[in-house]
């Protein structure tokens, strides 16, 4: 029996070209395509505007693969954790996380990652491939339908801070963000979407000459070469030098503010010559500052600041004029906290 494919893998022209082959009008194809994009059709008989007949057609020779959500765990802040459950049987994380004035997906891009830096679960976990768009997408469409359900509310902002490395997945990101962003598909602004990046300059730089307009973060975590070396592997071929030249051209492109994400370490990266270094840093361009208190991970080496120390540090970047916001954890008793995707993660096959 002859495979089935994939009908979301198939552009608008070559659903078209489909259906003019097997003898069907042309808009038959804008119809299934806003079925499977602005709906989120997980079967053919849902397509109630299509005859049967060409249903049973579509259904011959096609399948549509989604994501399912294999475990759902709600936090006493109402963070939600949702392990996804992929064709393949591969596994991903994306977390819900609910505010007063913003309701907000953080979804995965990679199963597993390639990176390694000391502070994040997934990182300790191997790369095993990239999701395609339609994995990337169906994680939105679940954690808004979700986000509906529990709260009453759409989804208002999605981040790719979940598991893997955005830049590492180029064409495929992009692609779920114009699948997110289209007309024909959830119709999302694209100044609701932050892609961020633990920092591949080379493709910071194409981002720029494509024009993007989303927004971009940068994973910092530290603001001299040294530590960060020491945290973040690939900071050894992407120096902060070399990601500053990458962050203007990007600026310039793009005329987009940067955001620098900083994880706050006990004893390491919480001084105030840390936060001198950072502002210092931070002047090459129109940015904002968010300070992240640090989430333990099983088996690893670092502790969050106290308190006091995280205020003065912000206090400080403050009195430089820079715009700076401290993120508290969210969902740190069920591990949907920055940089604990993955961590002690068991689900069932």
Known sequence: ?????????????????????????????????????????????????????????????????????????????????????????????????????????CISIQVGCSLTCAFCATGKLKRVRNLNPDEIFDQVVLINKQSIENYNTPLSNIVYMGMGEPLLNYKNVLASIDKITSEDGLAMSPKRITVSTAGIAKMIKQLGDDEVRFNLALSLHAANDVKRNKIMPINESNTLDVLAEALIYFHEKTGTRITYEYIIFKGFNDTINDARELAEFCKI??????????????????????????????????????IVNVRRSRGKDIDAACGQLANKNEVAE
Do not use: H
Request: proline content about 2%; hydrophobic content about 40%; glycine content about 4%.
């Open 1 to 105: 029996m002859e495979k089935k494919i994939d009908i979301r893998q198939l552009s608008l022209e070559e659903l078209t070209n489909y259906f003019t082959e097997i003898g069907e009008k042309a808009f038959r194809a804008k119809q299934v395509y806003e079925w499977l994009w602005k709906k989120g059709a997980i079967n053919f008989e849902e397509m109630t505007n299509l005859s049967l007949a060409t249903r049973e057609k579509l259904n011959e020779k096609f399948e549509i693969r989604f994501l399912q959500i294999a475990e759902a765990q709600k936090s006493e802040d109402k963070t939600i954790k949702n392990a996804f459950k992929l064709a393949d049987g591969a596994v991903v994380e994306g977390v819900l996380i609910p505010a007063k004035k913003r309701m907000t997906a």
């Open 285 to 322: 361009t129109p940015c904002k500052i968010n300070i992240i208190e640090y989430n333990s991970i099983d088996g690893g080496e670092f502790q969050q600041a106290a308190p006091e120390k995280v205020d003065a540090f912000a206090e400080f970047l403050e009195r430089k004029n820079l």
